[in-house]
């Protein structure tokens, strides 16, 4: 069973950083894509960045050269920097994963950026 657990929301100014966890609880973390995505109020979840088994990276257009995502297997653990952080940045961020048909979500965690 996979189960995941973001952490490092908050509050920041508009222009600030914050770094977001997601701790992965399971067997063989590193054969995982994994990636995050965010929701807004009022809005569809939308995907963010990803992460493959092999390092690979995609983001969203809205984040390209803002956002990083990286991946620590021995901890565990995937990670979104966020830089140049705007108030339409704010969301609950969530951490995703796959096996095989089935979608697994983290409870998310909510980034304020204020203006």
């Known amino acids: 069973q996979v189960q995941l657990v973001e952490s490092g929301g908050g509050l920041v100014q508009a222009g600030g950083s914050l770094r977001l966890s997601c701790t992965f609880s399971?067997?063989?973390?590193?054969?995982?894509?994994m990636g995050w995505y965010r929701q807004a109020p009022g809005k569809q979840r939308e995907f963010v960045a990803r992460?493959?088994?092999?390092?690979?990276?995609n983001y969203a257009d809205s984040v390209k050269g803002r956002f990083t995502v990286s991946r620590d297997s021995p901890k565990n653990t995937v990670y979104l920097q966020m830089n140049s952080l705007t108030p339409e940045d704010t969301a609950v961020y969530y951490c995703?994963?796959?096996?095989?048909?089935?979608?697994?979500w983290g409870q998310g965690t909510q980034v304020t950026v204020s203006s």
């Open positions: 399971g067997s063989s973390f590193r054969i995982y894509n």
């Open positions: 992460i493959g088994s092999d390092g690979s990276t």
């Open positions: 995703n994963t796959q096996r095989g048909a089935v979608d697994y």
